[in-house]
Nanobody, 127 residues
Framework: QVQLVESGGGSAQAGGSLRLSCVAS????????MGWFRQSPGKEREGVAA???????YYRDSVKGRFTVSRDSAKNTLDLFMDNLKPEDSAMYYC?????????????????????WGQGTQVTVSS
């Protein structure tokens, strides 16, 4: 059974930094995308950053230059380092994984059948 467990998040001032971590377990397939997604109240879930199993990495435009995602395939972990945070970054952040879709696609479109999700961790940025 696949599980994604997130940690980190919390509150920060605008311009501050936070780190999110995700540990995946139960995968039998070696090739799967892992990514961070976020959702604010009343909005659709959106891709933030994602990494393919070959290391190809993609970010949504609004976080480029501020967020860094790092995947350790040996440890099945995915970290998101968020710097220069803005109030509009406030959201519930989810770690996600899927065996079918690729990172380039999921940072642009979150498929309705995206397979695996963590429980989410809240990020709140105050101005």
């Amino acid at each position: 059974q696949v599980q994604l467990v997130e940690s980190g998040g919390g509150s920060a001032q605008a311009g501050g930094s936070l780190r999110l971590s995700c540990v995946a377990s139960g995968f039998t397939e070696k090739h799967y995308v892992m990514g961070w997604f976020r959702q604010s109240p009343g909005k659709e879930r959106e891709g933030v950053a994602a990494v393919d199993s070959d290391g190809s990495t993609y970010y949504r435009d609004s976080v480029k230059g501020r967020f860094t995602v790092s995947r350790d395939s040996a440890k099945n972990t995915l970290d998101l380092f968020m710097d220069n945070l803005k109030p509009e970054d406030s959201a519930m952040y989810y770690c996600g994984a899927d065996e079918v879709y690729g990172a380039w696609y999921v940072v642009r479109v979150v498929p309705p059948d995206f397979h695996y999700w963590g429980q989410g961790t809240q990020v709140t940025v105050s101005s």
